[in-house]
């Protein structure tokens, strides 16, 4: 059984850009039981607006009869800081105020996360990880974590991530953020302000998601229609969906934490930082991903020693590291067999 658990951490976190947190509180889950060594825990990252319940979103990797099982595997994943579920966010209360942060919550970057998720792990008494896991943001936060703590991790695998985010991402994100910005209710402090323009943010989101194959096969018009397209009742309702499960805070918070990854900054550039792994890497990318293409994974695993690099062949795009479980399953397998084989 999932067991959904939190820790406060009462003393200020200094953050990244110079600014403080006056103390945190983290979400975690914890699904299997931890032997008797310390030696079979999998750590998951999870992506943007994802929980901290992997078996969820992930459930054709994670959970019973899967490749990462609770039988087997000790599986913990965090919700990030900034993030809608449970974690400290801008809709949390200050302890300084007694009010919510709303827009005064601060700046956070993938280091801040990745030392939340140093704290669990002290707290937690882990002192190896067998297998880290990690896509998209998820990724970013498992390869910032892996050059932290290069001891720390005997595998690794990244999903569908890169090294540092493109300025093409970046500008995925902010035309994200602005139409967030031109809801009117978005100066509110209000925990609804810039619902409407997070229907839209989310909507050219998923636009990057996907792509021009996916949308001609699940969204295609009918022959001779000039008007309310499969298209236009997707594009609303993933807009609704976003709606009734998150914020515009958390989600402008973590967009901004997606741009804010290099991990190279401070480290001499990529190549020094990834260098610097020692895990066994596997990095594996979809074939039509336009928001981190494929060529992202693959210069990650150029400059991890000893890393593999796998791509996927997938109509899904982006998503896809969300689909296509049973061909990453089936790649995983093969380099954990190549691996072993040393």
């Not at 619902?195 to 050219?204: D, N």
């Not at 020094?272 to 792994?277: G, H, V």
């Amino acid at each position: 059984m999932v067991e959904y658990k939190e820790y406060h951490h009462r003393i200020p976190l200094k953050l990244e850009n110079g600014e403080f947190l006056p103390e945190v509180k983290l979400a975690y889950t914890t699904y299997g039981k931890l032997n008797d060594d310390k030696s079979n825990v999998v750590w998951v990252c999870h992506a943007f607006t994802g929980n901290a319940n992997p078996s969820d979103w992930w459930n054709g990797l994670i959970g019973e009869r899967r490749l990462y099982n609770p039988d087997e595997h000790f599986i913990i994943c965090m919700n990030v800081p900034g993030s809608h579920y449970g974690s400290t966010n801008p809709l949390s209360q200050n302890p300084e105020t007694g009010e919510p942060y709303f827009h005064r919550f601060p700046m956070l970057t993938i280091r801040d996360v990745v030392q939340c998720i140093e704290l669990l792990r002290e707290h937690l008494g882990i002192e190896k990880i067998h297998t880290l896991l990690g896509g998209s943001l998820g990724g970013q936060q498992a390869l910032e974590w892996a050059i932290a703590k290069p001891e720390l991790h005997e595998n690794l695998i990244l999903f569908s991530t890169n090294a540092i985010h493109s300025p093409w991402g970046i500008a995925f994100n902010e035309s994200q953020r602005m139409a967030i910005q031109n809801d009117p209710t978005w100066p509110e402090n209000n925990p609804k302000a810039g619902m409407e323009g997070l229907k839209v943010a989310r909507a050219i989101a998923l636009l990057s998601y996907r792509n021009y194959q996916t949308y001609n096969r699940t969204q295609s018009r009918d022959e001779g229609q000039i008007d309310f397209f499969r298209a236009n009742t997707y594009q609303n309702y993933q807009g609704e969906k976003i709606q009734k499960r998150f914020n515009a805070f958390s989600y402008w918070v973590l967009s901004k934490m997606f741009d804010s990854h290099d991990v190279g900054r401070e480290r001499g550039g990529l190549q020094e930082a990834l260098a610097s792994i020692k895990a066994k890497t596997l990095v594996i990318g979809i074939s039509s991903d336009m928001l981190f293409p494929p060529k992202e994974q693959e210069a990650i695993a150029n400059l991890i020693p000893g890393a593999h690099f796998v791509e996927i062949d997938s109509d899904y795009g982006h998503d896809g590291f969300l689909i296509e479980f049973e061909v990453m399953t089936k790649a995983i397998k093969e380099w954990q067999t190549v691996t072993a084989l040393g």
